[in-house]
């Protein structure tokens, strides 16, 4: 039986409370997420699809409502609490890559181990052992401004393995990938989780939802969760991957 | 010890980074603690000159004062101040100043006296018979004359005299010797014109320096026509003086300095979209708040430390290399002192310590608490802007 990692309990977010600008940006949000599930957050622009990903990886907190990663209720932990829960759980892939500008491939990927107690030597390793995996090597001295959407997102992707999280949160990953990278980046998004890495993934984008690798969907719409019952997809079933 | 030793290498990576800004506080920075710290140093070391110069000087000196003017003294009051109670040994003392047209300079003509004290020769000996002389290194470099050669001096009466160099002084940096030129007894009263029975002023020795005060009172008392001048009064009137120039230089300086810490506490406060966003990522892959903090203090650490060094060196050039041209005009103020002459490297740890505390600590405050509160902030907040 699988466990529960990840679940969320009425769960809401406001913006700017009690200001002009007040935003709610998700309502009552109650889900549960297993281990070793592809979950997809699907959604228009602006629907939250974005705060709840980063409400489960404990970027912020919720107005209202508890988060529960793990058995543990993270909502209303001190923010040193929430940095090591960041650093030992999650892995994080941004729309726009959010990689150091000015700093080399390979240093972006090692950056997480820096405060850390590894060894530099050891961390390098690790870091050029995932940008092999990930085929970009090769690009380890570059700088990350001179890569392609592509590669950044390899890097990025790269970044968010090297302290070897359970949950992998991907914020929109084809957003500025064309339909090849996409295709490339599904293959390395179910590699992961054939090694039983759980994925979150927030996104409109049919190419990545419409994918057999993907157990859930959860479709929102102003903030709240337009279907009630999650829609569940076999797996794998309806495709057959090359590897 | 390897978490910061990694933190402290991405922080000097970071500098690197952004290497035209970085590099375009150092040399503002720089620039600023140049200036402090060559005001300090000047008037430190001046200071310092001048107490050297007079630690070497008599405890007490009694001029003659007339229609509160300064006049010629007679020998004959030495008997008289004999009488008084602690006085030791007094010495009368001849010279003068001597305005040169040829370079433009100041020159101080003393009478020599075999019991002068602080004066060390670098080559020769005194002059010991008329004619000879001994000159300070700052009157040797202006007249292109030394030991062997001659020194041309226009006398009261408007002659042309020569005189044989047979000594040069010590330390270019020295107050007392560098504009002087030693002459016999003999020469300086024909010299100057001045009449056997009369000298410049009387030097008297005190046995126990507490009791000049008393010894100096009595002085006046027996001879109402003298100034007695103690050196302690002397010593005063040249830390005040100093302090006091020092004061005007760091006022004037202190707009400036204002202005910087404006704008360094603008520039760290307002952290740019960019270092927003760096601090944001850095938070949501694992960096802890104090981290963050360390990276900051690093960075701000590597940049104020090097902006002190490179400003403290460059002072230390401008002071005791260059003669403080920036600001010797205000500290030296009517002391004019020609030929010019080198300051003597002094520097007080204390005032380094204050100039690093008034510059590192507020540069490296001012860049860490911006900081903080961006590394308080949800990383997903800060990384939305």
Avoid at chain 1, 148 to 174: F, H, K, M, W
Avoid at chain 2, 331 to 346: E, N
Wanted: aromatic residues 10%; glycine residues 6%.
């Amino acid at each position: 039986m699988m466990s529960i990692v990840i679940k969320t309990e009425n769960v809401t977010k406001v913006f700017n409370p009690n200001l002009p600008n007040e935003v709610k940006a998700v309502t009552d949000i109650s889900i549960e997420i297993e281990n070793g599930e592809v979950v997809v957050l699907k959604g228009p622009s602006g629907s939250g699809k974005t705060t709840l990903l980063s409400l489960i990886g404990c970027m912020s907190r919720p107005t209202e409502g508890s988060i529960i990663v793990n058995g543990k209720d993270v909502a209303r932990l001190p923010e040193r609490f929430l940095t090591k829960i960041r650093q030992k759980t999650f892995g994080f892939v941004f729309q726009m890559f959010n990689l150091i500008k000015g700093v080399n491939v390979i240093e972006n990927v090692m950056l997480p181990l820096y405060p850390t107690d590894a060894k530099l030597f050891v961390i390098k390793k690790r870091a050029e052992a995932i940008l092999d995996k990930l085929d970009i090597l090769k690009k380890r001295d570059f700088k990350t401004q001179s890569l392609s959407a592509g590669e950044q997102q390899r890097v990025a992707i790269a970044r968010a393995l090297i302290n070897e999280p359970e949950i992998i949160l991907a914020d929109e990953p084809t957003a500025h990938l064309d339909t090849k990278l996409s295709e490339d980046l599904i293959k390395i998004l179910r590699g992961l989780n054939e090694d039983r890495k759980t994925i979150i993934i927030a996104t409109h984008d049919p190419f990545v939802y419409e994918k057999a690798f993907v157990h859930r969907i959860i479709e929102m719409r102003d903030g709240v969760i337009k279907n009630p019952t999650p829609q569940i997809i076999p797996y794998p079933e309806n495709e057959v991957w090359d590897k | 010890m390897e978490k910061h030793k990694k933190i402290l290498e991405y922080a000097i990576s970071s500098i690197l980074r952004r290497k035209y800004k970085n590099l375009a506080i150092i040399i503002v920075f720089s620039f600023m603690i140049t200036i402090l710290a060559s005001i300090l140093f000047l008037t430190h070391s001046l200071k310092m000159e001048s107490l050297n110069l007079l630690l070497g000087s008599p405890q007490l000196i009694v001029q003659r004062v007339s229609g509160g003017r300064h006049d010629l003294i007679p020998i004959n009051y030495i008997k008289r101040i004999q009488g008084i109670y602690g006085a030791g040994k007094i010495t009368p003392r001849y010279w003068g100043y001597y305005y040169d047209s040829a370079t433009d300079g100041n020159y101080t003509l003393m009478g020599v006296d075999k019991d002068m004290q602080g004066l060390r020769l670098l080559n020769g000996e005194m002059p010991s018979k008329n004619g000879e002389c001994a000159i300070g290194k700052g009157v040797s470099s202006a007249r292109f004359t030394g030991i062997g050669e001659k020194v041309y001096l226009i006398d009261s009466k408007e002659k042309v005299l020569a005189f044989n160099v047979v000594g040069v002084f010590t330390s270019i940096s020295n107050i007392l010797t560098n504009d002087l030129i030693l002459l016999t007894k003999e020469d300086i009263l024909g010299f100057f014109g001045m009449p056997s029975d009369k000298a410049t002023d009387i030097v008297v020795e005190v046995y126990n320096e507490f009791e000049t005060p008393f010894v100096a009172s009595k002085i006046k008392e027996i001879l109402p026509d003298t100034r007695p001048i103690m050196k302690s009064e002397i010593i005063r009137t040249y830390d005040a003086l100093f302090s006091w120039r020092s004061g005007i230089a760091l006022i004037m300086f202190l707009g400036a300095l204002i202005s910087f810490l404006i704008l360094a506490w603008d520039k760290a406060t307002g952290l740019s979209a960019d270092e927003k966003q760096d601090i944001g990522i850095l938070k949501a892959i694992g960096w802890e708040t104090s981290d963050i903090l360390e990276l900051k203090f690093w960075e701000g650490l590597a940049i104020s430390l090097t902006s002190f060094l490179t400003g403290l060196i460059l002072a230390y050039v401008h002071v005791f290399f260059l003669g403080a041209w920036l600001f010797a005009p205000v500290l030296k103020g009517w002391s004019v002192i020609f030929p010019s002459f080198r300051f003597f490297p002094y520097i007080n740890l204390y005032q380094v310590f204050a100039v690093l505390f008034l510059t590192v600590i507020p540069y490296v405050a001012s860049t860490i608490i911006p900081s903080w509160k961006t590394a308080i902030t949800d990383p997903d907040t800060v990384m939305r802007g």
